[in-house]
Structures are given as C-alpha cells and as structure tokens.
T-cell receptor
Framework: AQSVTQPDIHITVSEGASLELRCNYS??????LFWYVQSPGQGLQLLLK??????LVQGIKGFEAEFKRSQSSFNLRKPSVHWSDAAEYFC??????????FGAGTTVTVRA | SQTIHQWPATLVQPVGSPLSLECTVE??????LYWYRQAAGRGLQLLFY??????ISSEVPQNLSASRPQDRQFILSSKKLLLSDSGFYLC???????????FGSGTQLSVL
C-alpha cells in the first residue's frame, strides 16, 4: 500500500522569503502526486499535480514541485511567500486503485 | 461544469444519535466518490470510496457506513455516534481512479 510522509508539522516563514515543504512517498510504481492547500475556512484546492513527463511541475499561486524518483520525494517550493500563503498543505499520492493517500499536512505560518 | 454539494456545513450531535451526511455531484456521470475525515492534528483519512451505484469499499473499520443510492449521490451514516466520530468530513469525486480529487466544502461534526 502507498503512504505519504510530510516530515514538517509546522513551518514559519517570513513574508518574501522562500518556502519548501517536504513530501516523501512510498509506492512500488510511479505514482500520481499532488499538492493540495487548505486555507482557513475554505475547502481543499489543488495546487499542482504530477503524472508523468517533466519532473518539475508548475502550479497555481506561484508554486512548483519537483519529482525525484531516486529520493521518492515531491517537495513543494515557492520563491517568495505572501501572507495569503498561510494555510495547511497536504501532499498526496494516487494509484490506479481509486485511492488517494494524504500526508498528515504541514501548517505554514507567514510572519510580517 | 461539474459541481459538488455537501451538507450540512456544521453539525452538533449528542453521543448515541444517528448521523446522515449527504453529498451530490452535478455535471458528470459515473464519478468515483469518496468520503474523507480530517481529525485535529491528523491528515486526511480515506473512509469510503465508491466506483458505482451500490458499490462501497471501506478503508478502515469504524462506526460509520456509506451508501450510494444514485449515481451522483453519496451518503455517510451512523446509527449511533461516538465522541471519536468528531471531525471534519469531506466528500470528493474524481473522474478516474487515483487521479485528482474535487472536494466538497466539508462538514464540521462535533459529537458531544
């Protein structure tokens, strides 16, 4: 069975600084990989996804993620964080058996 | 375009009372449907998924059940709620197995 690990429970970053959220997965084949964001009081929104091809994926809101097969990782990055990026971020791995497994989430706090 | 409706948005129920949360999808046919729960401090846990009418797969043993009486309707139920059933419940759908999910707005359930 697949699993997802997000090692960082909480990250605090200054506005304008760069952000990197870590995600490691366990799955026997090449998975579908996703990053979702949940802003306070709102539902989950898809930031970006990787299915195949270019391992550097661009998403919405200036986010990008890089799939590294050798490290079983799919880390999310943003060069310059805005206060509106404060949210909870979930990494997820999908397989071809209908299930999408989520990590425990990383809460991002942005300080002025 | 496709939309997903989930209600109610919030619910406070006493221990031992029944539960019924409803989710409907519009604008698509034969979607894969899912119920997730997000407990405080934990990630999203897949509870049930359905690939067709009357077809329900349970991921974890629990006090809850799910039903799919119509193609685009997914219901989460319980005969007797437990304190541990408190959490944020999300309905979701996808076109293909393992691929990106579209989430409802969620139901915050508090069992007292």
């Amino acid at each position: 069975a697949q699993s997802v690990t997000q090692p960082d429970i909480h990250i605090t970053v200054s506005e304008g600084a760069s952000l990197e959220l870590r995600c490691n997965y366990s799955y026997g084949a090449t998975p579908y990989l996703f990053w979702y964001v949940q802003s306070p009081g709102q539902g989950l929104q898809l930031l970006l996804k990787y299915f195949s091809g270019d391992t550097l994926v661009q998403g919405i809101k200036g986010f990008e993620a890089e799939f590294k097969r050798s490290q079983s990782s799919f880390n999310l990055r943003k060069p310059s964080v805005h206060w509106s990026d404060a949210a909870e971020y979930f990494c997820a791995v999908g397989t071809n058996d209908y299930k999408l497994s989520f990590g425990a989430g990383t809460t991002v706090t942005v300080r002025a | 375009s496709q939309t997903i409706h989930q209600w109610p948005a919030t619910l406070v129920q006493p221990v031992g009372s029944p539960l019924s949360l409803e989710c409907t999808v519009e604008g698509t046919s034969n979607p894969n449907l899912y119920w997730y729960r997000q407990a405080a401090g934990r990630g999203l846990q897949l509870l049930f998924y359905s690939v067709g009418i009357g077809q329900i797969s349970s991921e974890v043993p629990q006090n809850l059940s799910a039903s799919r009486p119509q193609d685009r309707q997914f219901i989460l139920s319980s005969k007797k709620l437990l304190l541990s059933d408190s959490g944020f419940y999300l309905c979701a759908w996808s076109v293909l197995a393992g691929e990106k999910l579209f989430f409802g707005s969620g139901t915050q359930l508090s069992v007292l």
